[in-house]
């Protein structure tokens, strides 16, 4: 039953509230200021609050702009004397459910009282249930408690019941294929197939036989009817991978399926309605392919109606220990191990890895550590050799002299060294630098080297 807090200087009032509602059936608590009845809310987390606007010390006005917002807000009823409607109105501006005059009148209290305890229930049921998709997500195996890994779920969670065109954006190992199949499996197309192509795998040659499939006789050597993987796919979810990667002409012909929602086999006559889902996945910054002119820009926007961005591990550094948690669960199951855990000289090399192939990367390395370690838990020396720690290069091996050294030169100069190897492209500079892509431009301009590709404060986010 719901909790309801009174708040009021009149101590009758109170009296009245609290035989009327707990004659209804409530659990009610009273308080004779606003001071007081902060204090309750805090500590009861109450569905209902009803408080009385002018009180001695803290108003209800005041009250409504101090209750803490980071709990369910409860919905507060105001008491309001005849005549002062106007503050009534002001407050339920600034959030208030409703209000009651006084005198109070025994049914507008019960009535009232239970539409904002309906709307609180309501409200509970709806977070339950985001909750339970929440965990739902993580029994699939997403692991990711961190702020910016919450920002890509909610994202997640709104389109995973519809049919819209997902565009999953990051670098490589970072979930994007867990995902996709994540939206698939929790969608209600999940009793359809789950196709995922690599449009950077398949020869280009063969792209448009193997997605649109053909007809007898289409091409030398086409001897038969094949289907192509679109027509297979109807009724599911169908991801392009590495879609960046696709040839122009394929471009073209696959934003007419989108379009138009069909397709015709190679040497067809016959249009063909299908029913897919498509979710493109991609580690290339796709704005960019689109300015330099490599990917056409009507495909990219119907691809991107919602974007799903992926932070790189090295920008999600608390998932790490839930992370390792998980993988070394997995792997015990795999191999029939007991690890119980991890080091703390272990865990912490791991934290201070930039880890440039993300979540794969750090699956692999507890997997073989789980495998090749003979006690029972991960220890420095089982992951050393994976971690290719800068120390280990031996490009801090400079002495500092007796004057100092110009630490600016030296950050210089590695980004310098950076750029060479990454034939001057910023973003896998700054990835071997462990450096995020905006943290390092910030550096490039500062400076002055340039890079091949554009400022990214051109782009628009
Ligand atoms: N949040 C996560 N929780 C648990 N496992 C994860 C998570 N993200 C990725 N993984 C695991 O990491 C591995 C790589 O993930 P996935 O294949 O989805 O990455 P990707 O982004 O598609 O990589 P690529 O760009 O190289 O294709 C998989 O084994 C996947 O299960
Ligand atoms: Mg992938």
């Not at 389109?159 to 294929?177: F, H, N, Y």
């Not at 792997?331 to 029939?336: A, D, H, L, T, V």
Request: aromatic share 6%; glycine share 6%.
């Amino acid at each position: 039953m719901s909790v309801i807090i009174v708040i009021d200087d009149e101590h009758r009032q109170r009296d009245i509230l609290q035989t009327i509602l707990e004659g209804e059936g409530y659990e009610v608590h009273t308080a004779p200021s606003a001071e007081d009845g902060i204090k309750l809310i805090k500590a009861l987390n109450p569905d209902v609050v009803i408080t009385d606007l002018k009180m001695g010390g803290m108003s209800g006005m005041q009250l409504l702009d101090t209750i803490p917002d980071d709990l369910i807000k409860p919905a507060v009823i105001i008491m309001t004397a005849y005549g002062t409607i106007s503050s009534a109105v002001e407050a339920m501006k600034k959030g208030a459910f409703d209000y009651l005059t006084k005198p109070l009148e025994k049914d507008a209290i019960v009535l009232t009282v239970k539409k904002a305890s309906e709307r609180m229930e309501l409200l509970k049921e709806n977070i339950r249930l985001q909750d339970a998709l929440f965990e739902k997500f993580k029994i699939e195996g997403i692991v990711g408690e961190s702020k910016n890994m919450k920002a890509a779920m909610e994202v997640v969670r709104k389109v995973t019941p519809t049919s819209v065109t997902v565009l999953i954006q990051g670098e490589s190992g970072t979930g994007k294929e867990l995902i996709a199949r994540a939206i698939h499996y929790n969608s209600p197309r999940r009793t359809g197939p789950f196709t995922a192509i690599n449009c950077a795998a398949i020869p280009e040659n063969l792209i448009e036989s193997e997605l649109f499939g053909y007809e007898p006789g289409a091409f030398t050597g086409a001897t038969h009817r094949k289907i192509g993987i679109f027509e297979s796919s109807d009724k599911g979810t169908l991801l392009l991978d590495e879609i960046g990667d696709l040839p122009s002409l394929m471009q073209t012909k696959i934003l007419r399926v989108l379009q138009d929602k069909e397709v015709r086999r190679v040497g067809g006559k016959d249009n063909i309605k299908v029913d897919v889902r498509i979710i493109a996945a991609t580690n290339k910054d796709l704005e960019k392919e689109v300015i330099k002119g490599t990917f056409r820009e009507d495909l990219y926007y119907r691809l991107k109606v919602v974007t799903v961005n992926i932070p790189p591990l090295r920008d999600r550094k608390e998932d790490i220990p839930s992370l390792v948690r998980f993988f070394i669960d997995k792997y015990n199951n795999e191999f029939g191990k007991r690890m119980k855990g991890i080091s703390d000289s272990a865990i912490k090399a791991i934290m201070d890895y930039h880890w440039p192939g993300n979540i794969r990367q750090l699956e692999s390395v507890i997997e073989r550590a789980v495998l090749m370690s003979d006690t029972d838990i991960i220890n420095l020396d089982d992951i050393k050799g994976e971690l290719r720690l800068p120390t280990d290069k031996g490009i801090l091996d400079i002495e500092i002299p007796e004057e100092g050294i110009n630490f600016e030169e030296l950050e210089k100069e590695l980004i310098k060294k950076a750029m060479t190897r990454a034939n001057n492209v910023a973003a896998k500079a700054a990835r071997l630098l462990g450096m995020s892509y905006k943290t390092f431009w910030y550096r490039l301009e500062k400076f002055n080297i340039s890079s091949k590709e554009d400022m990214p404060s051109q782009k628009k986010n």
